[in-house]
């Protein structure tokens, strides 16, 4: 039985959270309020505000959990360097993956391959708590990496988990091998000039 609009709104409900609903698009935007002091995030007006949105889509069989437009990166200088943070800030979380959009803003997200069973309401839940976390507890990192070109974690306002060891091993090898873009060009996934023996 695939999940319904209706589904998602009933736990939204009760979990006392207030949202818009766009029956027609199948999206619901929750706002979350911050103060100032709590986090470096700022939305685009300024504000400590983190919007997040939930879609049904196939039919409520996959939803998608996402932050819109969370960090304008169009025209930024030091865009490999954020690349590299939101790579390697992946590595240590569960669930959340930072997309690149093609208006040049970066989106984190969450997606959740329902199929025919029913979403509970601990998916949904713990869905909107990580986007929250990645949003409010990572921005100093991919902010600074924005600004300076240099990739500092330890700016994240709290401990991060350990990645697990094989993401830990491919980022050794990404290492050795040169660093992302080289291991991007060994992967095939760049249009750099190969690596020089």
């Known amino acids: 039985m695939a999940t319904t609009f209706d589904d998602i709104k009933r ?4 979990a006392g959270l207030n949202y818009d609903a766009h029956e027609e698009h199948n999206v619901i935007a929750i706002g979350f309020a911050g103060e100032p002091d709590d986090t470096t995030y700022r939305d685009a007006d300024g504000d400590p505000h983190v919007q997040i949105l939930v879609r049904l889509v196939e039919r409520g069989e996959f939803c998608v959990v996402f932050v819109p437009r969370a960090w304008n990166l169009a025209g930024c200088e030091q865009l490999a360097a954020v690349c590299e943070a939101v790579t390697r800030l992946q590595s240590k979380v569960k669930l959340v993956r930072y997309d690149l959009e093609d208006d040049g803003h970066l989106q984190p997200n969450i997606e959740i391959p329902l199929e025919k069973a029913p979403m509970c309401a ?3 839940h713990r869905a909107i708590a990580g986007l929250l976390m990645a949003v409010r507890q990572f921005d100093p990192v991919i902010r600074h990496a924005m600004e300076t070109g240099a990739v500092e974690l330890d700016l994240a306002k709290e401990d991060m988990p350990e990645p697990p060891p094989e993401i ?3 980022l050794e090898l990404g290492e050795s091998a040169g660093g992302l873009d080289a291991l991007e060009r060994l992967l095939g996934d ?6 020089e023996a």
Not at 11 to 14: C, E, I, R
Not at 190 to 195: E, L, Q, R, T, V
């Open 168 to 170: 830990t091993r491919i």
């Open 122 to 124: 601990e998916q949904l």
């Open 190 to 195: 760049s249009d750099a000039p190969p690596i």
């Open 11 to 14: 736990f939204l409900d009760d």
